[in-house]
Structure formats: C-alpha cells, structure tokens
C-alpha cells in the first residue's frame, strides 16, 4: 500500500512539475553588430552583399533592424525595418521596389527572414527572393548570417557574414 500511494505521488508530482515548467526565455538579439568581413565568406560576391552593421533591437514579440550598408558606388546607406512574429511586413524602397518580409523566430537561438523584392517600378514581378538565417554565438559576442538569394534569371549566391557586438 505504501509503495502504491509513494508511485502515485511520484507520478502526480511530474504531471505537476510538468504542466507549470517554466519556457526558456527567447534569446535577446539586441545590440550593434559588425560585420567581421575577414570572418565572412562572400564567395565570388561582392561586400555589398552585406549590411556593415546591424543595429537590433530586440523585445521578444518583435525585431527592429537599423541596416547600414554600403551601396555599391560606396555610399554608405540607412534604413530600419521593424518585424513581427507572423506578420508579412510589405515596404517600398526608395527604387519603389515592393518587399515582401517574413519574419519567423522559432523556440532557439535562431531567427529567420524571408522576403521578396519586385523589379523596380513593377510591383507583381518578383526580381529577387532572399532567405536569411541569423544565429546568435553561445557566449552571445557573434552573430552570424547565412543569406541565399535566387534571382529571377536563375542566378543564385548564399554568402555567410559574421557580425561581432561592439
């Protein structure tokens, strides 16, 4: 009888323990990270490929992302983008291009986003579409991007970048 109702306890008390176990908080991406271009594999593409820096800030239910890039005439360029979880952000760029951005963060320590990019001028005819995976390093100091890009002629790169918080 003793060892029935201990059994029953033990089992009670996992069924407890698991039904109000505490989830991992997301990891907090925020910070201003730059690009370690010595790091990074751009293969035969050019660093414009790749924002110079990333300024996220991050709290949990959404991502905002201030980009600086380097255009390719060597310019240096800023825009910022706010994503949220499930939620299709459409922007038109300053070229009037129509993006198209998914933004999806699953239970890890990873964050993807996905979006398209019209030619200019002609918003239902998809130039480009780009899938960005951002990790975060375990002692949080790197960040690292894998982007691949498929252009609409069929021409396609994937380069990897390699972010350090300053």
Do not use: C
């Amino acid at each position: 009888m003793k060892n029935s109702l201990y059994s029953l306890l033990l089992i009670g008390g996992l069924f407890f323990t698991a039904a109000f176990k505490v989830r991992p908080e997301k990891t907090n991406f925020s910070g201003t990270w730059v690009l370690n271009i010595s790091k990074s594999d751009f293969g035969d593409s050019p660093t414009y490929v790749l924002q110079k820096q990333l300024d996220i800030t991050d709290n949990s239910t959404s991502i905002k992302i201030k980009y600086t890039a380097t255009t390719e005439a060597g310019a240096d360029s800023v825009f910022v983008l706010t994503y949220s979880q499930g939620k299709v952000l459409d922007n038109l760029t300053a070229e009037k291009r129509t993006q198209h951005f998914k933004f999806m963060r699953p239970e890890s320590d990873d964050f993807t986003l996905e979006h398209s990019s019209s030619f200019p001028q002609k918003p239902d005819s998809e130039e480009y579409h780009t899938f960005q995976q951002f990790h975060i390093s375990a002692d949080r100091k790197q960040l690292t991007l894998d982007k691949q890009v498929k252009v609409y002629n069929g021409y396609a790169y994937t380069v990897k970048g390699v972010y350090e918080k300053k």
